[in-house]
């Protein structure tokens, strides 16, 4: 049975990818999962692995090709036996970034399928460029430079370092300046944020809860958690209390259609957990957070907290989010007491909250210090009424200010 095998679509706005290389070639017998080209997208190289077991019929395309998602990449005549599951054929099998070190010295090259086209157009050496992106990653407008101008900064080798420094007047010499091109995966997360802003009627609204009950539980706690090895902080019971209150509350566990202007509500929450990274700020996606375990939603979040900041998440784990939840609370050194979080597109709503801090506080009429939690809710009041919001908020907060609630 012949099988075609189809670019198939990704996700993160990812339309083509450039073929740097294949590992197989027509007559090969192939396993499932085999890596069987190495493919280039606009925001990494993944090696891609075969969808079915068989012999290849055909390749189609050669290195250098730009495929579109959807355009046949290879032919198949699979087993027999084998049954064709619906849906896409890297469900089971995820893109891996892969090695750049076994490419050849052209396809290593720093830049997405899109810029290499365009560096074949203008006759552009890439090789030779010097790209500003983050990690030197090539743009479309360095090859534009590099196309309009004789004054192309290409690599090098280092200059001799003089005998000794050049003198310069302190007082005549112009202050030194350096400009950074807003680009690579910071410009695609601007683009996000000014669309969410553009096209979203944000409002948002900040609320503060006690904080004593996540804090006496983050202590009943510690024992078992430094027994699994784990370290067990206020964002881990947070977020098991905003998955409590969302599932409650299905406009706020909902993402928004803009081309039919309808609201999607989802069965189970999927929560975007916030992460800085030195590029950008990355959201993985934990699935199903209201039905984990408190320990298995503690390692889940740290190991895509971890795999972020290395630039090892898979595009699947970036996507599919119901709500986006930031915290501030390991970076503080000063109290925030509030802030506008930027919607994530197409969700409806995201929440951002404080570190949990001494503030002062009435209670019962009595004024004292103690432990306090400040939050802010964005939501797109397009979907979102200001009375939904506020019960939402009064729900949020009864798991917040006892959070064993959530755990159970």
């Known amino acids: 049975m012949k099988f075609e095998f189809k670019l198939p679509d990704v996700g993160e706005g990812i339309h083509e990818a450039e073929l740097l290389s294949w590992s197989i070639k ?15 997208t606009d925001k990494v190289t993944v090696d891609l692995p075969s969808p079915r077991s068989g012999t290849v019929v055909s390749l189609h395309g050669k290195p250098g090709d730009i495929i579109t998602v959807s355009s046949v990449l290879l032919v198949i005549d699979v087993d027999e ?15 891996i970034p892969v090695d750049e070190s076994k490419l050849p010295n052209a396809a290593r090259v720093a830049a997405g399928p899109s810029v290499r086209r365009l560096a074949r157009q203008k006759d552009v050496n890439l090789e030779r460029l010097v790209g500003t992106g983050p990690r030197g990653r090539i743009l479309k407008t360095d090859v534009e430079a590099a196309a309009e101008s004789s004054a192309v900064t290409y690599k090098a080798e280092p200059a001799p370092i003089p005998d000794r420094p050049a ?8 202050t030194r300046t ?4 807003l680009s690579g995966a910071r410009l695609v997360s601007a683009r996000n944020l000014h669309d969410s802003v553009q096209r979203s009627v944000t409002t948002t609204t900040t609320f503060e809860v ?6 006496n539980l983050i202590a009943s706690l510690v024992p078992e958690a430094q027994a699994r090895q784990l370290k ?3 964002l881990h019971i947070i977020a098991k209390c905003v998955g409590a209150a969302l599932i409650r509350h299905e406009r706020f566990n909902a993402t928004v259609d803009e081309e039919s202007q309808e609201i999607v509500f989802r069965e189970g929450v999927d929560l975007g957990i916030a992460v800085a990274t030195p590029d950008r700020l990355l959201v993985p996606v934990v699935r199903s957070v209201e039905k984990r375990l408190l320990f298995d939603l503690v390692r889940q979040i740290d190991d895509y907290s971890e795999r972020a900041r290395q630039g090892q998440l898979k595009v699947a784990e970036l996507s599919g989010g119901s709500f986006t939840l930031s915290s501030t609370g390991g970076m503080e ?3 925030v007491l509030s802030t506008r979080p930027i919607i994530n597109p197409p969700q409806t709503a995201t929440l951002w909250v404080s570190r949990i801090i001494d503030r002062p506080r009435v209670i019962d009429g009595q004024l004292s210090a103690g432990p306090m939690l400040s939050c802010s809710l964005s939501f797109d ?5 200001g009375a939904e919001a506020v019960h939402f908020i009064n729900d949020l907060g009864s798991y917040l200010e006892h959070p064993e609630r959530a755990l159970g």
Do not use: C, F, M
């Open 26 to 40: 027509p007559g090969d017998r192939i396993k499932e999962g085999q890596d069987i080209a190495v493919l280039n």
């Open 81 to 95: 036996a084998q049954p064709l599951a619906p849906g896409s054929p890297l469900a089971k099998t995820p893109l």
């Open 167 to 174: 003198q310069t007047d302190a007082v005549t010499s112009p």
């Open 178 to 181: 350096l400009r950074q091109r």
């Open 210 to 215: 006690t904080g004593d009950g996540l804090r």
């Open 232 to 234: 067990l902080s206020p």
């Open 333 to 335: 050194r000063v109290t």
């Open 381 to 385: 009041h397009r979907y979102v009424d």
